[in-house]
């Protein structure tokens, strides 16, 4: 995807959008434009290659916009894979993935696994192999800027201009770097619940299976691959569900379990 920019301050926020990925979105990049990023007089315009055009009051709104777009590219480009919306970090002998719905708490406890320098997988998207096999999707996180100031990360001041007040860009990488692909070791089902006390409880096969199907995308590998992959996951992993309050203290838990 080729992405043009009104001044090399804005390339460069793009260009730091995905840092693992710099050589696929650079140097291999298709030689028409794909996107194109502008300033209006009333805001910031993200014209897609179809012409279609979005305008944004902020240029993190339209850095937001454009960092999703880049998302769809990079998994498209990635079509052997399941893409599977979770979160995930290299555990004691194998991965730990956590699965649930907009605000269950995935970002916060792979943000957490961060900082105790475990290698992670992703804050939102994972990739599973038809093996089974978890492969990272190297994205940077999306976190609440206080919750690096209260896990002790320091953000880079690239990724704090690209930031806004209600959340930060976040790169993993020089923090825990990016786990290997691995086998799932322990599937967590999460749910944060502010002030609630950690607890947890077992769940069977065909309930963790159910919890992977829903949180498949509908990219990627074909639907039978899908179900043939995420069946070996749930089929090995030991499943749990998990509601928390603390992210740290549930982070913790599932890594070591």
Known sequence: MCVRTPDE??????????????????????????????????????????????????IHDAINAIEYALTLTLLTALPEFLHLHASGAHGSDGAVLAL??????????????????????????????????????????????????????????????LSDPGESYFDPGPVSGWAMPQRVK????????????????PVNTGAALAALVASAMPSGSTAQQRFEGLARVAERAHAVRVTFGDSVQAAEMLASL
Request: aromatic content about 8%.
């Open 100 to 161: 649930g719905g907009s605000g269950a708490g995935k970002s916060s406890l792979a943000t957490s696994w961060c900082a105790t320098k475990m290698p992670v997988l992703g804050d939102d998207i994972v990739l599973i192999g038809p093996d089974g096999v978890v492969h990272p999707f190297k994205r940077l996180f999306g976190v609440h800027p206080h919750r690096l100031v209260d896990l002790g990360i320091t953000q880079s001041p690239e990724l704090a201009a």
């Open 186 to 201: 322990t599937l967590g089902i999460v749910q944060y619940r502010p002030g609630a006390s950690l607890s947890m409880e």
């Open 9 to 58: 301050v804005t390339a460069t926020s793009v260009r730091n959008l995905f840092p693992a990925y710099a050589d696929y979105l650079g140097d291999e990049r298709p030689a028409e434009t794909s996107c194109v990023l502008s300033k209006e007089s009333d805001g910031w315009a993200v014209t897609d290659a179809l012409g279609g055009r979005t305008l944004f009051t902020s």
